[in-house]
């Protein structure tokens, strides 16, 4: 694999990237970027975040609200996408093996592991549909 030159502006995406638990997006992140270095450009945010997924550093989630966020945590998780408001909230759940057996029983290919989101409204969105109730 080519090894890269280092870069500070891409050490300061990943390091942005991994104090967050908020599973940012590119325009989330460039704007958390833009404080220390006010000349980087959104198109270099994005072509950072884009190789360190390639170089597999961090992870690309795609939840299926047509943004991309991005997880600092490459460990196997699962994810809660708030319908709502987009937010993307790491579970802290045990993976379940028993998925991929079952999963195994119905192709004649080998499953290695899954990608699992769960979908709903978040805390905060649903105090808000209380109150509006109220």
């Known amino acids: 694999m080519k090894r890269l030159k280092y870069s500070r502006q891409r050490e300061s995406i990943k390091s942005c990237l991994m104090s967050r638990h908020d599973h940012p997006t590119a325009d989330a992140l460039y704007m958390s970027i833009h404080e220390e270095f006010p000349n980087i ?8 975040l884009n190789l ?14 047509s943004a991309e966020h991005f997880d600092g945590d490459i460990s196997p998780h699962y994810h809660f996408v708030c319908r709502s408001c987009g937010a993307v909230s790491d579970l802290p759940m045990e993976i379940s093996s028993t998925l991929n057996d079952m999963a195994s029983q119905h192709t004649k290919g080998h499953i290695e592991n899954h990608t699992t989101y769960f979908y709903g409204t978040c805390e905060e969105c649903l105090k808000k549909t209380q109150k509006e109730i109220s």
């Open 41 to 48: 450009s959104l198109g270099t945010v994005y072509r950072n």
């Open 52 to 65: 360190l997924v390639e170089m597999g550093e961090i992870r690309k989630l795609s939840c299926g609200d």
